[in-house]
């Protein structure tokens, strides 16, 4: 915002000099404040309900008759700013401004920063400074903007300082001394002997495979009408390597078996593990009996005792063995001695069945009971 203060008749003698014969420079300090909005002219020499002062105060011209002020409260003070004054570093009021209207609020939890650009009417804004600025530039961090002292040509190419910038000129000879450090490849030094890994093939110079002998160990025969003397010794084949032909592996006894890929290892395209063995099905083909699955799955069969004629009694039918686990069900028939359309016997499963057995209880259904029977049992658990 632009603001247009009126310079005291006070201040107007600070800038005339003594000889009457031209304008003083007048150094502005101080700055205040005050939450009172009052009438001002040439002849105000104090700000009216003035708070306090501040020497955080700085300014800068930026054009003939025009001054950027900033002023800084970093205090816990609350107040209402509509007027404030400039003041000389001998305490007088350089210039004055006021207004109804609230210019910025402080509060307690924050700090104030005001900018402003003060407009004089009829005076040089060249002529006037300020004191102490510091407190407008603190040190820049990587999260605030701040002053900053650039880094030397030195410190730059170190590289451990971490508070000073770095110039385009210190950036060209930290790079300049890196790159140093390096053989660069170019015409001059391209070729054998350079020492560059570019010049060289899996880290090797070419004279090293032109040394065809010494890379073997034995001087080949190379032509028709070479000769051997002695034994001639076949290279022996590692047990760890794998031979293959055409990318296939060749199968033989120190890879036969199960795990070695080879089809010839396969049933039908599938290992052994794909398949169930004999071994792994056990049983007991009697009466009563079992059947346990290669993946622990039982069943089991087995009988109760015969009842007698008109009775309707309960029993325990066991298992032959108990299922390591649990029963996971049972189907009950009734074995009847001989046939008759008098009545019907059937026998209900009293409770779940545990591990070793289950309850039945034999039930008669109309007309007389003239025949005894015996429950049969198969369940089924793991």
Same mark, same amino acid.
């Given at each position: 915002?632009?603001?247009?203060?009126?310079?005291?008749?006070?201040?107007?003698?600070?800038?005339?000099? *003594?000889?009457?014969?031209?304008?003083?420079?007048?150094?502005?300090?101080?700055i205040?404040v005050?939450?009172?909005?009052f009438?001002?002219?040439?002849?105000?020499?104090a700000?009216?309900g003035?708070? @306090?002062?501040?020497?955080t105060?700085?300014?800068?011209?930026?054009?003939?008759? %025009?001054? +950027?002020?900033?002023?800084?409260?970093?205090?816990?003070?609350?107040?209402s700013?509509?007027?404030?004054?400039?003041?000389?570093? &001998?305490?007088?009021l350089?210039?004055?401004? /006021?207004?109804?209207?609230?210019i910025?609020? @402080?509060?307690? *939890?924050?700090?104030?920063?005001?900018?402003?650009d003060?407009a004089? $009417? &009829?005076v040089?804004?060249a002529? #006037? #400074?300020?004191?102490?600025?510091?407190? %407008?530039?603190?040190p820049a961090?990587?999260?605030n903007k701040? !002053?900053? !002292?650039?880094?030397?040509d030195?410190?730059?190419?170190t590289?451990?300082?971490?508070?000073?910038?770095?110039?385009? +000129?210190?950036?060209?000879?930290?790079f300049t001394?890196?790159?140093?450090?390096? $053989? %660069?490849?170019?015409?001059?030094?391209?070729?054998?002997?350079?020492?560059?890994?570019?010049d060289?093939? =899996?880290?090797?110079?070419?004279s090293?495979? /032109?040394? #065809?002998i *010494?890379?073997?160990?034995f001087?080949?025969?190379n032509?028709?009408?070479?000769?051997?003397?002695?034994?001639?010794?076949?290279?022996?084949?590692?047990?760890?390597? /794998?031979?293959?032909? $055409?990318?296939n592996?060749v199968?033989?006894?120190?890879?036969?078996?199960?795990?070695?890929?080879? &089809?010839?290892?396969?049933f039908?395209?599938? =290992?052994?593990?794909?398949?169930v @063995? @004999?071994?792994?099905?056990?049983?007991?083909?009697?009466?009563?009996?079992?059947?346990?699955?290669h993946?622990?799955?039982?069943?089991?069969?087995?009988?109760?005792?015969? &009842? $007698?004629?008109g009775?309707?009694?309960?029993?325990?039918?066991?298992?032959?063995?108990?299922?390591p686990?649990?029963?996971?069900?049972?189907?009950?028939?009734?074995d009847?001695?001989s046939?008759?359309?008098?009545?019907?016997?059937v026998?209900?499963?009293?409770?779940?069945?545990?591990?070793?057995? %289950?309850?039945?209880q034999?039930?008669v !259904?109309?007309?007389s009971?003239?025949? /005894?029977?015996?429950?049969?049992?198969?369940?089924?658990?793991?």
């Open positions: 915002m632009t603001l247009n203060l009126i310079v005291t008749n006070a201040g107007r003698n600070a800038l005339v000099d *003594a000889a009457n014969t031209g304008t003083n420079q007048v150094d502005i300090t101080q205040g005050s939450a009172t909005n009438a001002f002219d040439f002849t105000t020499v700000v009216t003035e708070l @306090k002062r501040m020497g105060i700085a300014g800068v011209t930026v054009a003939a008759n %025009v001054i +950027h002020v900033t002023m800084q409260d970093t205090s816990t003070d609350v107040y700013l509509r007027s404030f004054g400039l003041y000389l570093n &001998d305490g007088t350089f210039a004055v401004y /006021s207004q109804a209207g609230v910025v609020e @402080k509060s307690a *939890a924050a700090s104030m920063m005001l900018s402003v003060v004089f $009417a &009829d040089n804004a002529n #006037i #400074i300020f004191g102490a600025t510091d407190f %407008v530039l603190p961090t990587t999260d701040g !002053e900053v !002292e650039l880094a030397t030195t410190e730059t190419t590289g451990t300082d971490t508070t000073r910038a770095v110039t385009p +000129h210190g950036v060209l000879a930290a001394a890196w790159l140093s450090s390096f $053989a %660069v490849w170019r015409a001059s030094n391209d070729g054998s002997g350079s020492g560059l890994d570019a060289l093939l =899996d880290g090797q110079e070419g090293w495979y /032109s040394n #065809i *010494a890379r073997l160990g001087t080949p025969a032509k028709a009408g070479d000769t051997f003397t002695g034994g001639i010794t076949a290279p022996t084949v590692a047990a760890s390597t /794998s031979m293959s032909i $055409a990318s592996t199968w033989h006894a120190g890879n036969d078996g199960s795990g070695s890929g080879a &089809d010839a290892d396969l039908d395209g599938l =290992d052994s593990t794909a398949y @063995k @004999k071994s792994e099905v056990t049983h007991s083909f009697a009466n009563p009996g079992w059947r346990k699955d993946d622990g799955f039982m069943w089991q069969w087995a009988s109760g005792s015969t &009842d $007698a004629t009775s309707e009694t309960t029993q325990t039918v066991n298992f032959p063995v108990a299922f686990t649990a029963c996971l069900g049972v189907s009950i028939t009734t009847i001695g046939g008759s359309s008098a009545s019907d016997i026998y209900q499963q009293v409770g779940a069945p545990t591990v070793n057995g %289950v309850t039945v034999r039930q !259904e109309g007309g009971d003239n025949r /005894s029977t015996t429950p049969r049992v198969l369940a089924w658990g793991y």
